[in-house]
């Protein structure tokens, strides 16, 4: 099993997708480009930023305020998945594209790969100590970073409080005592369930990254795909169970369905990450005060945790500043009135040590009946598991697990289904690609 501090090197990466590393031609790295405009002797530096998470133009507007001589531009743009990397993409390629962007960690590789971000590792390494090692391995490689990484997103266990007090049954601390809980929610009130069926790739990924059963891996110059492991069965084959026992609902992904579930009570947990809080508080609003917290539950007695999330401010290929795109992006994970407004804002959990230092984190949160629950999130941030990384064709892998998981609910495929085909299609996707692919 291949551990998440082996890097793919320069020549590897170059060697697997016929792509330079350096991407873009020179000439999109001249002053004049999109992402950046003005010299430090002609005024003030301006750098473009794109980016949509909540509370980011906030923090550009504190440090426009404070640091006169870089200003940033910041430009909202629909959310990543829904059409903003297309938009990134399409941009870089002409040699138009801003200075930074924000890139979600399991997107980060294809754009490395393609060759659309730029080194700024000498303007990061005084800083490098301020992220754990699992955390810079999603914006670079071989030890070179191409962005700043802003929040991670541990796992805990949401939970209707009132219900499992009422009912006298035990928080469940390990994935056995998960399972015993679901029966006895059941056998409690025959309408309800434990928790939802996870049918949304990424989520999915996230008890896959806890159950050390890494998707994507590095054997010399070649990538290997292991979605079909005996790790991977493992986890399909316990939530493949306590669906066949009827134990969990199977509600779409985030659909309202489920959320009216949240609030009337019919489901009483939610096995997600840390921004799990703001979905379910914002969708299940008549059940304030009801919910509370706790760690995600454990494999055995492996203390780790899965993560499913965050994001990076990533400098793009032909920024004409790096060193100040790289002053401004270590700023907004650093800084305490930056990382106080993202928390507020965004409900995000620092990447930073400085960040998840906060006070911010301490606040009781009504929601939760006053439990400050980012202190849970700040525990277990240093327990995520470190031996995970993303692949390259993502959008490939998510899809064929999205329509492969989808169909569970139905009963016209397994979660073990859902696995293999998408190994077969994240193998296919890369070999067309110019990627070598381990055996």
Request: proline letters at 6%; aromatic letters at 10%; glycine letters at 10%.
């Amino acid at each position: 099993m291949l551990n998440r501090t082996a890097r793919l090197t320069a020549a590897a990466l170059a060697a697997a997708t016929g792509i330079a590393l350096t991407g873009c031609s020179a000439s999109t790295a001249t002053t004049g480009s999109t992402g950046t405009t003005g010299t430090s002797d002609a005024g003030p530096v301006t750098i473009t930023f794109w980016g949509w998470a909540a509370g980011y133009d906030k923090s550009v507007s504190l440090w426009n305020q404070s640091h006169p001589g870089i200003q940033v531009k910041y430009e909202a743009i629909t959310n990543g998945g829904a059409g903003g990397y297309d938009k990134m993409f399409t941009a870089a390629k002409a040699g138009t594209a801003p200075c930074l962007a924000q890139i979600g960690y399991e997107t980060f590789s294809s754009f490395l790969a393609a060759g659309l971000l730029q080194d700024v590792t000498e303007h990061l390494r005084p800083q490098r100590a301020q992220f754990p090692d699992w955390v810079w391995s999603n914006v670079g490689i071989e030890g070179k970073a191409f962005g700043v990484p802003v929040d991670t997103a541990p796992m805990g266990l949401f939970y209707r409080s009132d219900l499992f007090t009422t009912n006298k049954i035990p928080i469940p601390r390990t994935w056995d005592e998960f399972k015993k809980a679901a029966a006895a929610v059941k056998a409690a009130d025959p309408k309800s369930r434990i928790m939802n069926l996870p049918t949304d790739p990424y989520l999915y990924a996230g008890f896959a990254w806890q159950g050390d059963a890494p998707w994507f891996g590095v054997n010399g110059d070649a990538w290997t795909v292991s979605l079909g492991s005996p790790a991977n069965s493992k986890v399909a084959a316990y939530w493949q169970e306590l669906f066949d026992q009827d134990l969990l609902t199977s509600y779409p992904a985030f659909d309202a369905a489920l959320y009216s579930a949240w609030n009337k009570g019919t489901v009483w947990a939610e096995v997600g990450p840390v921004w799990s809080a703001s979905l379910i508080r914002d969708n299940a609003a008549g059940s304030a005060g009801k919910w509370a917290v706790a760690p995600m539950p454990r494999w055995d007695s492996t203390d780790s945790v899965g993560n499913s999330g965050g994001s990076a401010t990533a400098v793009m290929k032909g920024c004409a500043h790096p060193k100040e795109a790289a002053e401004f992006a270590l700023w907004m994970s650093t800084d305490d009135a930056s990382v106080s407004n993202l928390i507020k804002s965004a409900a995000i959990l620092p990447a930073s040590t400085s960040g998840l230092g906060s006070t911010a984190l301490d606040a009781p949160q009504p929601y939760y009946g006053g439990q400050p629950i980012y202190q849970v999130f700040r525990t277990e941030a240093a327990k995520v598991n470190p031996n995970w990384r993303w692949g390259p064709v993502m959008s490939t892998t998510a899809a064929a697990l999205g329509d492969g998981l989808g169909k569970v609910p139905a009963k016209s495929g397994t979660i073990q289904d859902a696995l293999n085909g998408a190994q077969n299609g994240t193998v296919s996707a890369l070999q067309a690609q110019g990627f070598s692919v381990a055996k």
